[in-house]
Nanobody, 126 residues
Framework: QVQLVESGGGLVQAGDSLRLSCAAS????????MGWFRQAPGKEREFVAG????????NYADSVKGRFTISRDNGKNTVLLEMNSLKPEDTAVYYC???????????????????WGQGTQVTVSS
C-alpha cells in the first residue's frame, strides 16, 4: 500500500512563497495521478492542483492558477507544490493524494482519490 508524507508547511506573510513536498513509498508511483488539496477550518476539502502520471499535464483550481505550480519527479517518488504570492485565504491544511484509477484523467473530486497523506499546515498572515 502506498503511503504519502507531506512536508514544507509553515507560517508566512502575504506575498511570500512556500514549497510543499509529498514523498511516496512504493515502486509504482509513476502509475498514479497525484493531486494537492486543501481544507480550511469549517470548510470542505477542495482541489488545488493535479498532475498526470508522466507530469506532462496539469490542472489547477482557478483560485491558485498563475500562483501555484505542481510538478513531480518519478525517479524520486515526489510531487511538489510551489506556492507564490500567497494570500491569507490560502491558509489551510494541505494534503497530497494519489488516484490509482487509469480512467479519470486529472480528477478534481476528493472522492476519486484513493490514498491521502496526513496533511501539512500552511498559515498566511496579512
Amino acid at each position: 500500500q502506498v503511503q504519502l508524507v507531506e512536508s514544507g508547511g509553515g507560517l508566512v506573510q502575504a506575498g511570500d512563497s512556500l514549497r510543499l513536498s509529498c514523498a511516496a513509498s512504493g515502486p509504482t508511483f509513476s502509475s498514479y495521478v497525484m493531486g494537492w488539496f486543501r481544507q480550511a477550518p469549517g470548510k470542505e476539502r477542495e482541489f488545488v492542483a493535479g498532475i498526470s502520471r508522466s507530469g506532462g499535464a496539469t490542472n489547477y483550481a482557478d483560485s491558485v492558477k498563475g500562483r501555484f505550480t505542481i510538478s513531480r519527479d518519478n525517479g524520486k517518488n515526489t510531487v511538489l507544490l510551489e506556492m507564490n504570492s500567497l494570500k491569507p485565504e490560502d491558509t489551510a491544511v494541505y494534503y497530497c493524494a494519489a488516484d490509482f484509477f487509469q480512467g479519470h484523467g486529472i480528477a478534481t473530486s476528493v472522492a476519486l482519490y484513493d490514498v491521502w497523506g496526513q496533511g501539512t499546515q500552511v498559515t498566511v498572515s496579512s
